[in-house]
């Protein structure tokens, strides 16, 4: 690569290389609580990784659920994340987002 090939490289932009949005994942709904996972893409696995929201006193209440565990595929990160996000639920209840 030439030097002015190099330097138009770094003014331009290139819309091949712009990262897509993550699929947004459909919620589940337990207790009164809404989760929507969101696997993090980590080193070719997949963190726990969620949004619990809940409706309370008129405002949307969300907590973030991020846990250590890290899962190879995909589809078992979204269905780990849900159990735990459930546990997480069942311990906490609306205390979560204190």
Known sequence: MGFLSTL???FSS???NTPEAPP????TEYKGFTITPSPISEGGQYRL???I???LDE???THTFIRSDVVANRDDCIDMTIRKA???IDQMGD???S
Not at 24 to 27: A, Y
Request: proline share 0%; no cysteine.
């Open 24 to 27: 947004v994942e459909e919620s």
């Open 14 to 16: 290139d819309s091949n």
């Open 95 to 97: 205390s979560i987002f």
């Open 8 to 10: 138009t490289s770094l």
């Open 86 to 88: 459930k546990i997480t």
């Open 49 to 51: 990784s969620a949004a």
């Open 53 to 55: 929201t809940k409706q």
């Open 59 to 61: 405002q949307l209440q």
